[in-house]
């Protein structure tokens, strides 16, 4: 294959990801009504109790006292319901996800509209997508990557996963790696009639900068960088200790250190004319 067909390959699969919404994300509206039921059982007596402060009937009598100070405790309450309805929902939904796994393991590789790999990935997706949001709204910033392992995800340890999107499946990201905000990072692709699934690997101690997509079968070598506001080709190998740029990306640039960057903002400063023809890294 030459490489204007290479080209024209690359061209055609490179769209933007997604889904198309189905019957199943009804399974939001049951992950809701879940997630209401166990706050209504493990809340049952401390409302119990605040009823009878107020009116001195109780809804159904636990022979136990109500205090006054129950109230001071209302605050905290709500606050833990709060966690208490995400972690529920997150369990829940994990659970089904994995009999959504046994009924049709996910597979890699390029189907038809219509097929089982085309349904169950929706299916997956709408499963994972409210418990994720979930998880990302709440304020601490490991819960995200909590319910990322549960659904299947292989995150390393002291990742960084801020604001964006991850695919829930056919997913790894290696140790001491950052994702910037507003990214994402797909392990699947919807082109016309098809779904393209292919698996990501992101190494160790990788950034993947702000504004970026990283396409299904992107291979990140430990330590390379992402630079912001690029996007990766389908199935795409980046090497390690380089910055790649590029919409798509198409350049690289050496990492330097701090100290290499200033004398040479200091050298374009002091002489930018000479600097630029000799120097072909700026």
Not at 222 to 229: C, H, M, P, T
Not at 243 to 262: A, D, K, N
Request: contains cysteine; proline residues 5%; aromatic residues 16%.
């Amino acid at each position: 294959m030459n490489d204007t067909e290479n080209s024209q390959f690359k061209i055609e699969y490179i769209s933007t990801s997604g889904v198309y919404k189905t019957p199943f994300t009804l399974i939001i509206l049951l992950q809701l009504f879940v997630g209401g039921i166990v706050l209504v059982f493990i809340n049952f007596w401390f409302i119990n109790q605040l009823y009878f402060l107020l009116t001195g009937k109780e809804f159904f009598s636990l022979g136990l006292t109500a205090e006054w100070y129950y109230w001071l405790l209302l605050p905290l309450n709500l606050y833990g319901n709060i966690f208490l309805f995400a972690f529920s929902i997150i369990l829940f939904s994990a659970g089904i996800n994995k009999i959504l796994n046994k009924m049709y393991p996910p597979r890699e590789g390029v189907f038809k509209r219509g097929s089982k790999e085309w349904k169950y990935t929706h299916r997956r997706f709408w499963n994972a997508y409210f418990p994720i949001w979930l998880a990302r709204a709440l304020p601490i910033p490991w819960t995200d990557i909590f319910a990322y392992r549960f659904f299947g995800v292989s995150i390393g340890k002291n990742v960084v996963a801020y604001e964006g999107y991850i695919d829930p499946e056919f997913i790894e990201i290696g140790d001491f790696t950052m994702t910037s905000s507003n990214i994402c990072i797909f392990s699947h692709l919807i082109y016309h009639e098809q779904i393209i699934i292919k698996k990501v690997k992101i190494g160790k101690a990788c950034v993947v900068g702000p504004q970026t997509i990283v396409s299904p079968g992107t291979v990140m070598q430990d330590g390379a960088v992402l630079g912001a506001n690029s996007y990766t080709w389908v199935g795409q190998e980046l090497e390690s200790d380089l910055i790649h740029v590029g919409t798509p990306v198409s350049m690289t640039f050496p990492i330097q250190s701090l100290e290499e960057s200033q004398e040479k903002a200091e050298r374009v400063i002091s002489d930018p004319l000479e600097n630029r023809e000799g120097d072909d890294s700026i």
